[in-house]
């Protein structure tokens, strides 16, 4: 195996851990032999089909070639707060040696910095492995229902046409981007929160309980596939924020900066 695509899997985990082998446990052993016939448990602060939770069993699946020791890795699904459910855990439950990791949402440590009455973890005392994406042929998207009355940007600042967005809790990205389409952007959207990542709100959509929801393109290529291919939920790509070029494959959806 190449050293870039070996770097690059390493790259691949998003999430943090507490840090190495405790002192106590690993003064007298060697980091394979602490790992050697090992379960590391990866936590997943969404719910099972979404882009958290496929990408999470992605690096489970590669990521102990990499490790001494080549421990087991398996994946545990703990859904809650955007996020925060899991942060608490691993801060307060979990074994504390390097034995545990979690993939988070990337504002979950914001939030604790700002003083969130949920986030009771301390960001400091985690240790930040990677990032799964960056960024450079993704994006956040506003997917709407293609029978909705709204087909561009446009039409959610016309009076009368309104649409449901469908949002996780506190330190979720839909959350987030769905706010600021709404306080900064000026459209006309209404923010249902309560849901646990983007597979519960896809089948939301689809039982017409939302119109849509803020969500990245990567999460619709893995977790949706029949409907990326066929484009039956068209929908503008909205950018809450400035970027620099297109998306490949998808140039022809409107920017709202």
């Not at 102990?64 to 996020?83: C, H, K, L, M, Y």
């Not at 988070?104 to 240790?127: S, Y």
């Not at 119109?211 to 999460?219: A, R």
Request: charged share 15%; hydrophobic share 45%.
């Amino acid at each position: 195996m190449s050293a870039r695509l070996r770097a690059a899997l390493l790259l691949l985990v998003c999430g943090l851990c507490c840090g190495p082998p405790a002192a106590s446990q690993a003064g007298a052993q060697s980091v394979e032999s602490f790992y050697k016939g090992r379960t590391v448990t990866m936590l997943v602060g969404t719910s099972p089909g979404g882009i958290n939770d496929i990408s999470a069993r992605l690096v489970a699946r590669h990521l102990s070639r990499f490790i001494a020791g080549n421990p087991a890795i398996i994946v545990q699904n703990n859904p809650g707060g955007g996020g925060l459910v899991t942060a608490n855990r691993l801060y307060f439950n979990s074994d504390k040696d390097g034995s545990v990791l979690a993939k988070l949402e990337r504002a979950v440590p914001q939030l604790a910095i700002q003083g969130h009455p949920n986030a009771q973890f301390d960001p400091a005392r985690f240790t930040w492995l990677g990032s799964l994406s960056s960024y450079a042929d993704d994006a956040y998207l506003m997917l709407v229902n293609a029978q909705h009355a709204a087909k561009t940007v446009a039409d959610l600042k016309t009076p009368g046409i309104e649409v449901v967005l469908g949002a996780d809790n506190a330190a979720s990205s839909n959350l987030i981007f769905a706010v600021i389409a709404k306080e900064v952007l000026g459209l006309n959207v209404n923010v249902v929160r309560g849901y646990t990542g983007a597979a519960p709100l896809f089948l939301a959509m689809q039982r017409g309980e939302l119109d849509g929801q803020m969500v990245g393109l990567s999460s619709v290529r893995t977790g949706q596939r029949d409907l990326c291919a066929a484009r039956i939920s068209p929908a503008d790509g909205v950018r809450p924020h400035p970027a620099p070029r297109r998306v490949s494959g998808h140039a022809d959806r409107p920017r709202a900066d």
